[in-house]
């Protein structure tokens, strides 16, 4: 199995540090407000690698954080006199229900920051020791002087990383660069009691608390957004080396690129950006998640008027095979050799569509009900480790489309196709067309097989 290392620059070969237990952490969301697309990318992706992953090896521990402490957090509650635990609960439940209609299996540990202060305090308390950290003002700062290797992973220098950073230049820092691993709370904002007084935690060591916590002090994989690479993934990567002795902080670091829209990045200002809770509300969540998997991870993937639509004719094509299969008996028949092995090529997930789309054509020139039932066992088995064909193709095909929320529901079409059905019976063409044509503009396209009608909704056009 083959990795992109962002560490190192390039692809290598995976062998986790104990096969018994692979261990991988996955940045969550800060949870403020409803997701975009470009944030559900991570979770879908790193979803995937699971998957991947749990078909090699017994025992995956797979965690991603959410975030539940923030200034985002708190403006929100501010705005609207709550608690912050009030924002929290109601995001994070949107953010579940977003990630079960997308496929994204729920991952083994989902820490929070407000049940990890103790956790955090402690490495703070480490770093101090360890002569890596100081109090100022209420302040905690991880110096990043004693750290000989910061800037490795992102490969910048000084100067790079100040400008990247936009760091705070602030009176009680020994340099501009040093970041904030504890800050005092003022009465109005949420706080916990520390040694440095009340306050709340950094972003940055909120993650390498949670991952020393549930993981260990050497985890195999961590991943993210190609944007946390600077400054939260090098300020995680500085921090936990130096609270783990010197250790290894991770074996292997992926990022997946960015989600653009129409070729810009999504932005308030623009009025660009995609709420996965809206566009759940016109179109399948499996549809979204084969939209996210079209592009390689490490690329940047361009969200468009197309893709949705895309999306549905290559599920349309392959549930489509799994139907005119037929009824076959079970196999225990697995995936192709050569649809695994994209997958392990760096998640290579188009070279993996590919061969899944290679293998429904295969399944629809099968003849013997046996080659039909392994055929059908394999796309099946592919689909699972992309999240993909997890439910009937009935159930697929009687999924309204983006474009036709005024689409007739399946008891008036069922009906119009009987009506229809009577017209051809009586010689009465033109009227068997007229219904064809009214259900075709209402967005439902009819198809005669040797099966029989078959229906399923299209965009109206």
């Known amino acids: 199995m083959q990795l992109h290392n962002t560490a190192t620059g390039h692809k290598e070969q995976f062998e986790p540090q104990d096969p018994q237990r692979v261990t991988m952490y996955v940045c969550g969301p800060t949870v403020y407000n409803y997701a975009h697309i470009g944030n559900y990318r991570p979770p879908v992706v790193f979803d995937v690698l699971a998957r991947v992953l749990r078909r090699r090896y017994p025992g995956v521990s797979y965690a991603r954080n959410i975030t539940d402490i923030d200034d985002k957090i708190n403006a929100a509650a501010q705005k609207e006199g709550v608690e912050i635990g009030v924002i929290t609960s109601r995001y994070a439940a949107a953010f579940h229900e977003d990630l079960a209609a997308l496929g994204v299996a729920p991952t083994d540990h989902e820490p929070r920051v407000t049940e990890h202060i103790p956790q955090i305090i402690a490495m703070i308390e480490r770093l101090i020791a360890s002569g890596n950290a100081y109090a100022a003002e209420g302040h905690v700062l991880f110096q990043v002087a004693t750290y000989a290797d910061y800037g490795q992973l992102s490969r910048r220098d000084t100067r790079e990383m100040l400008a990247g950073a936009r760091v705070e230049v602030a009176p009680y820092k020994k340099d501009p660069g040093d970041f904030v691993l504890w800050k005092p709370s003022t009465p109005d904002l949420p706080g916990w009691d520390s040694p440095w007084g009340r306050g709340r935690p950094g972003w940055h060591i909120e993650c390498s608390a949670m991952a020393e916590a549930l993981l260990g002090d050497t985890i195999d994989i961590h991943g993210g957004g190609h944007d946390l690479v600077f400054p939260h993934h090098e300020n995680e990567r500085a921090q936990s080396t130096c609270a783990h002795g010197g250790q290894v902080f991770a074996r292997f670091w992926l990022h997946n690129g960015f989600v653009t829209m129409n070729s810009e990045k999504m932005s308030k200002s623009l009025g660009n950006v995609l709420l996965v809770h809206e566009m759940l509300k016109h179109a399948p969540g499996e549809a979204i998640r084969m939209g996210l998997l079209t592009g390689h991870y490490r690329q940047p993937l361009d969200w468009n008027d197309d893709t949705i639509p895309d999306a549905r004719r290559k599920l349309d094509r392959?549930?489509?095979?799994?139907?005119?299969?037929?009824?076959?008996?079970?196999?225990?028949?697995?995936?192709?050799?050569?649809?695994?092995?994209?997958?392990?090529?760096?998640?290579?997930?188009?070279a993996a569509l590919a061969e899944l789309f290679e293998l429904a054509r295969t399944l629809n020139k099968a003849e013997s009900a046996e080659e039909k039932s392994r055929l059908a066992a394999q796309l099946r088995d592919a689909g699972s480790l992309l999240g993909l064909l997890h439910q009937s193709p009935q159930a697929w095909f009687a999924l309204p489309s983006a474009n036709s929320s005024g689409a007739p529901v399946a008891a008036e079409i069922e009906g119009l196709i009987a009506q229809r059905a009577d017209a051809k019976k009586a010689k009465n063409f033109k009227e068997a067309d007229r219904i064809r044509d009214e259900l075709k503009a209402r967005g439902v396209l009819i198809e005669d097989s040797a099966q029989g009608v078959r229906w399923r909704y299209v965009d109206a056009s």
């Open 318 to 350: 392959l549930y489509g095979a799994l139907r005119d299969a037929g009824a076959v008996a079970p196999s225990d028949a697995k995936a192709p050799e050569a649809f695994v092995a994209a997958l392990e090529d760096d998640l290579n997930t188009p």
